[in-house]
Antibody, heavy 120, light 107 residues
Framework: EVQLVESGGGLVQPGGSLRLSCAAS????????FNWVRQAPGKGLEWVSY????????YYADSVKGRFTISRDNAKNSLSVQMNSLRAEDTAVYYC?????????????WGQGIPVTVSS | DIQMTQSPSFVSASVGDRVTITCRAS??????LAWYQQQPGKAPKLLIY???SLQSGVPSRFSGSGSGTDFTLTISSLQPEDFATYYC?????????FGGGTTVEIK
């Protein structure tokens, strides 16, 4: 069974940093591309970042470019995002989402989500 | 960036009703479109990819159509478990973008 479990969320002050992780199991992690997608309270879904299977190609939404860094450790079946210079508008539930193998940029599996609150 | 516009934002419907949700892309995306269902407090669930391909395990009452800029998600006979929010997503190019969502509510 595919499992994606996020961790590392919580309350952080504006300007602070947080590192989210996503532990994967039930499939061959290195064969898949991954993303972070977030959802602000009461709002819709917003794509945040993408990483390919080997970690050589990454993309970011303009709203987080230069502040967030996505990475992966295929030996540990783990995806991460380092979030720096956090702002109130980064408050959201963050999901790690797997790209459907063979289907471009469609998310077939999602974690349960982890809340991040940026507030003083 | 490709903007995705969903309509309507809210649908009030009864069990057994046929429900149609539309999604329009600001530029042509061929068939690079997916639909997701999200229950309150839960992660989204993939329903349709490639505009019309049903994800494994998804009931056949769900169907998708369209290409280019105009797409449709249809639920042929609404069931109690279908009351949720639905999102379209363009899978054509980065930044990947979602529609604003359509909430299907119980009438």
């Amino acid at each position: 069974e595919v499992q994606l479990v996020e961790s590392g969320g919580g309350l952080v002050q504006p300007g602070g940093s947080l590192r989210l992780s996503c532990a994967a199991s039930g499939f061959t992690f290195s064969r898949y591309e991954f993303n972070w997608v977030r959802q602000a309270p009461g709002k819709g879904l917003e794509w945040v970042s993408y990483i390919d299977g080997v970690g050589s190609t990454t993309y970011y939404a303009d709203s987080v470019k230069g502040r967030f860094t996505i990475s992966r450790d295929n030996a540990k079946n783990s995806l991460s995002v380092q979030m720096n210079s956090l702002r109130a508008e980064d408050t959201a539930v963050y999901y790690c989402a797997r790209i459907y193998s063979g289907v471009t940029y469609v998310f077939d599996s999602w974690g349960q989500g982890i809340p991040v609150t940026v507030s003083s | 960036d490709i903007q995705m516009t969903q309509s309507p934002s809210f649908v009030s419907a009864s069990v057994g009703d046929r429900v149609t949700i539309t999604c329009r892309a600001s530029q042509g995306i061929s068939s690079w479109l997916a639909w997701y269902q999200q229950q309150p407090g839960k992660a989204p669930k993939l329903l349709i990819y490639g505009a019309s391909s049903l994800q494994s395990g998804v009931p056949s009452r769900f169907s998708g159509s369209g290409s280019g800029t105009d797409f449709t998600l249809t639920i042929s006979s609404l069931q109690p478990e279908d009351f949720a929010t639905y999102y379209c997503q363009q899978a054509n190019s980065f930044p990947l973008t979602f529609g604003g969502g359509t909430t299907v509510e119980i009438k």
